[in-house]
């Protein structure tokens, strides 16, 4: 089953009006993107959308966690997710780009994919830092490595340059997709 079909949402059929709809997310969502930051994930997406004649408000409510890399250790480190946001999905035959917030369909579409809002909102909701909380982190993976300080860290960042790292991964991806809809922005 493709990916895209679990995050599709045929309104078609729908009625105007409100109506609540779930389903979940998990590994396949970040396999579909090739991203390995992320280990594994699970979770749920709530989708409260309403329908009127010329566009579909969804409110969506992204609850579960995701497994990364600690920043600290290395080692497996579970990160809450929590995202709550509004998509307006608006239809016109000249489809524009979508922007993070509207989304442009064919009136024709009849069905809403919303796989690139539900991983794009789940990257953009975690903390810039993910590390265990103290004392957690894997003893035998910290004594391999020597803890520096906040400072020795940044000036070891400025020496790594463009080569970056494992743990500035994620980081990394978050700015261009901020710079992607920047740029979408401005055509
Ligand atoms: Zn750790």
Not at 39 to 62: D, F, N, P, Y
Request: aromatic share 8%; proline share 3%; with cysteine.
């Amino acid at each position: 089953m493709d990916v895209a079909e679990l995050y599709t949402i045929p309104y078609k059929s729908l009625e105007n009006g409100e109506h609540t709809l779930e389903f979940r997310f998990d590994d396949s969502l970040f396999a579909a993107y090739e991203n390995t930051d992320i280990r594994h994930a699970q979770g749920r997406v709530g989708v409260t959308l309403l329908r009127s004649a010329s566009m579909l408000e969804l409110k969506v409510s992204i609850r579960g966690s995701v497994v990364v890399a600690c920043d600290r250790c290395l080692d497996d480190c579970t990160v809450p997710v929590e995202f709550d946001g509004t998509l307006v999905v608006k239809f016109s035959d000249e489809v524009s780009d979508y922007d993070g917030e509207v989304m442009w369909l064919s009136p024709s579409a009849g069905s809403v994919d919303l796989t690139q809002y539900v991983y794009e909102s789940i990257l953009l909701s975690l903390p810039y830092q993910r590390v265990h909380p103290d004392g957690e982190c894997d003893p035998e993976m910290l004594g391999r490595f020597r803890i520096v300080t906040g400072e020795e860290f940044d000036r070891l960042e400025q020496q790594a340059g463009s080569q970056g790292g494992a743990m500035r991964g994620l980081a990394d991806l978050r700015r261009r997709m901020e710079e992607s809809h920047g740029g979408e922005n401005e055509e």
